[in-house]
């Protein structure tokens, strides 16, 4: 991870943050979303779990979408301690566990900061929320699609 | 899906057949699977349910590594009417759903047929199954290495 902290002109530093990846959606949305991200220009950082970045890394075998990669905790830390920050983050959640990881991002970074809340429970999950975000809630389990649509409008 | 039921000299024509994708490390394996065998030269044709195809494909959006994809039921009706077959067969199960799929393929394709069984119940759902296949058993529900290293042997 780039430890610099800087942004390269032009360039938007973009953080997927990645949770336990209970929910089958988790790893397809993310590696889609790490495509179009980089697509569009940006430098992507997905910070996740052992098991998160185990499935996606997996899925992209020869690396065309993901980008580079990093543990979830080790990320946060360094934000918090000022060594590294993002333009932009969206964060995975669909459990309490994803929105604490959510609010840890929006009181330490300065990142316009999306979260994308899914899974079963998504609507409760949502207005458990309390920090300034934007939601992006879809009761997707194994349908990608609603996440999907919601993603395509803001990115 | 090419429904000649021919095999092109030197190629293998191997079918991944996708269920219901409840369990998360399936969209990774198979992706990952179908990446190996077209790497090996052999034309791979992933068979899934409607949300299998959405996760393998919204996963592989410039379609990297997926190559032809149809409907599960679709492709079990050609083969069952001799329209199409194939050399090998990788059948994945995390539930009786899958296990039925898989048996299906044994009683009407002459494919060499691998089923992948995984999640919770893992070892319970292989003892269910009484058709003639070669069974790769691993617990894995997050973690897709067990699953990984068992398809690195036979590929």
Redesign the interface.
Known sequence: MDSSGGVSPGRRRSLILLG??????????A??LA??LRERGDEVVVAGT??AL???K?????G??LGETTNIDRCIASISEGKADFDQCFAFAHSDAGITYAGTISYISRALLFVLIFGRSAEELAETVEFDCRKLVAKAV????PL?RLLDEVI
């Open positions: 336990c990846p209970e929910v089958p959606v988790q790893t397809s949305i590696l889609y495509y179009r052992g098991a185990k499935l996606t997996l899925a992209d075998p020869l065309h979408y194994h349908d990608p699609l999907k």
